[in-house]
């Protein structure tokens, strides 16, 4: 009977210790879930956080484009229009002011 025992304890202990390696392995394999999960988690937030960062930074860069196309539009208005006064004086010196005869007629 205590040979029996002795056996029993023996092959009791040795299934112990592999169900302590499996369960070792088993946590390492969940901590590796774990950490591969917490890392896609994080990259995806980082990929979004850089979409909302460039989302901001094309809308800044269109708005400042919009301010200078405007500018320029300004500036040109204000040259065309310089070109029409011009113009207007210079027809008025060689013809007489043209809107006395569009006021008559």
Do not use: T
């Not at 390696?21 to 896609?40: A, G, I, V």
């Not at 860069?61 to 310089?82: G, I, M």
Request: hydrophobic share 65%.
């Amino acid at each position: 009977m205590r040979l029996f025992c002795e056996a029993f304890c023996a092959r009791l202990l040795e299934l112990l210790r592999e169900l302590v390696l499996l369960l070792e392995r088993l946590l390492e394999l969940l901590l590796e879930l774990l950490f591969e999960r917490l890392l896609e988690l994080l990259l995806e937030l980082l990929f979004e956080r850089l979409l909302e960062l460039l989302r901001e930074l094309v809308l800044l860069l269109l708005e400042r484009l919009l301010e200078l196309l405007l500018e320029r539009f300004e500036a040109f208005c204000a040259f065309e229009l310089q070109l029409v006064a011009l113009f207007w004086l210079l027809f008025s010196m060689i013809k007489g002011p043209p809107f006395r005869r569009m006021i008559v007629a």
